[in-house]
């Protein structure tokens, strides 16, 4: 909270009141309108949240105009670099690096969950073999809730904890077993002898009745895309486990709801919408087609991967990604002419006047999937990598809420409907 207060008046009425500014530790000031309605009688009109702050927060900052993303103060430049996914997920948790001991003690923690009930598998199985993944994702974790929910104390804190550590340990195991229910393969149970994302393709691409050695490369490269996927502050998918947490629901069913939100293509689901559009466009050469057809307010197309709600400038995750492709390719000895086109479609899009003028910049789903594809990951699964790592930002958002007094989520309406009628019997209406 800061000193300053800003004034409003209602010209009409004559009435004034003071709001107070709130100020967190970066960022733009903000109105607290919370006396508004009581002061004035008036409520704020805002779809899509665009203008709104929801909650207060620790976790996660960006700064949109700069192209700036922090997990707990930590530039993502350097956690992508220096860091591991598991390490990030601790610190997104706990608010601070761990030291070695608690670091291979959360290890452990995550370690010790990998595993889910058997019966777990039954219900996979009860899915159509071409079942969206997402689909199946968001049935089997909102699930989870029936095997824990009765022992489940939403008020103490080590309860809490323990729930966020076993989903971000049954996570990949579930997602794991849905690709290979959908590919008709014998379920593989999860190795802990191995890391966290050589663990998951280990369960995504061994078979029994064969070694299977984990690439490193692919392992590596993984992990780098989970860190970048870890968190983003109040997107969609973590607006939605919020909004589904105030009201006390159990955090398996709140996780399965961020999982419903993530799907949406103009979020998560964006990245497998890259590659479907840049298989559609095809050829280079199309490339100006399609730049055309995304400039027209009567057409639909959009460059998927293209724009952000926040980031008027570049995504500093999508710098990332565009650096790793090359890598990731170059080790795996890959030649992809879906990267060239990415890029023409990029290199055209930045000169344009139409993506210069609005501020459209490539976000951290342009270039992602066509990492997952060197990897082997097939489409279908590319929004649920995006929840593997994800879940870790869903959690640790939800156990800030529950550390602080929160009200139950509960937007108003601008109502637009008919106003009071007579209801008429059956034989009387036209
Ligand atoms: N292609 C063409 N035009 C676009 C695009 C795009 N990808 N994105 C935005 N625009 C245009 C809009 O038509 C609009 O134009 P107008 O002002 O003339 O009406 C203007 O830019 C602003 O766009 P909005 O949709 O109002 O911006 P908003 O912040 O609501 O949406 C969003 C952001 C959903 C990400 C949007 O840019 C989009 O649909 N992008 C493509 C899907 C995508 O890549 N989503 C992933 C986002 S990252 C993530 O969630 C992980």
């Known amino acids: ?36 309605p009581s002061g004035l009688g008036y409520f704020t009109y805002d779809p899509g949240f665009a203008a709104t702050a929801a909650c207060t927060s620790q976790i996660t900052f960006i700064d949109g105009g700069k192209g700036i993303l922090r997990y707990r103060g930590y530039p993502i430049e350097q956690l992508a670099e220096r860091s591991t996914f598991v390490e990030v997920a601790y610190l997104l948790l706990n608010g601070e ?38 689909a199946m994702m968001a049935g089997v974790v909102g699930s989870l809730a029936a095997f824990y929910h009765e022992r489940f104390n939403v008020n103490d804190p080590e309860q809490r904890m323990l729930a966020a550590e076993r989903m971000i340990a049954k ?28 663990r998951f393709l280990h369960m995504m691409f061994s078979m029994p009745s064969e070694e299977y050695e984990v690439s490193e490369v692919a392992a590596r490269a993984l992990d780098l895309l989970f860190i970048l996927h870890a968190d983003h502050e109040q997107n969609a998918s ?37 590659l479907a559009m840049l298989a559609e466009i095809g050829d280079v050469s199309k490339v100006p087609e399609y730049i055309e057809r995304a400039k027209d307010k009567n057409d639909p197309f959009r460059l998927m991967g293209f724009g952000h709600r926040v980031y008027k400038h570049y995504d500093p995750r999508a710098t990332i990604i565009r650096a790793a492709c090359y890598e990731v390719l170059d080790e795996l000895g890959q030649d992809d002419p879906m990267m ?55 959690v640790s958002q939800w156990l800030e809420q529950c550390e602080t007094p929160t009200k139950i989520g509960r937007p108003r309406q601008v109502y637009a409907g008919p106003t009071e009628r007579r209801y008429r019997a059956l034989h009387r209406r036209q």
């Open 1 to 36: 909270m800061s000193n300053k207060k800003v004034l409003i008046s209602d010209k009409a009425s004559g009435q004034q009141i003071e709001l107070p500014v709130v100020r967190g530790t970066e960022g733009e000031p903000t109105l607290d309108i919370k006396g508004l």
């Open 97 to 134: 690096l761990p030291t070695e001991s608690k670091l291979n003690a959360f290890r452990d923690n995550v370690k010790y969950h990998t595993m889910v009930h058997e019966q777990l598998y039954t219900f996979i199985s009860g899915f159509h073999y071409d079942a969206h993944p997402m």
């Open 171 to 198: 996570m990949p195991t579930i997602a794991a077993a849905c690709y290979r229910h959908h590919m008709g393969w014998p379920m593989v149970y999860p190795q802990n002898n191995l890391r966290f994302t050589e």
């Open 238 to 274: 973590t607006s939605t486990v919020r909004l589904v947490g105030s009201t006390g629901a159990n955090p398996y069913a709140c996780v399965a709801a961020g999982i419903s939100a993530l799907w949406g293509p103009a979020h998560g689901g964006a990245n497998e919408a890259v």
């Open 340 to 394: 060239d086109l990415a890029m023409e479609l990029e290199r055209i899009a930045l000169e344009d006047e139409y993506f210069i003028e609005k501020k459209l910049y490539p976000n951290v789903d342009f270039y992602s999937g066509i990492i997952y594809k060197a990897l082997g990951i097939p489409v279908s699964m590319f929004t649920v990598m995006f929840a593997i790592a994800r879940t870790v930002g869903w």
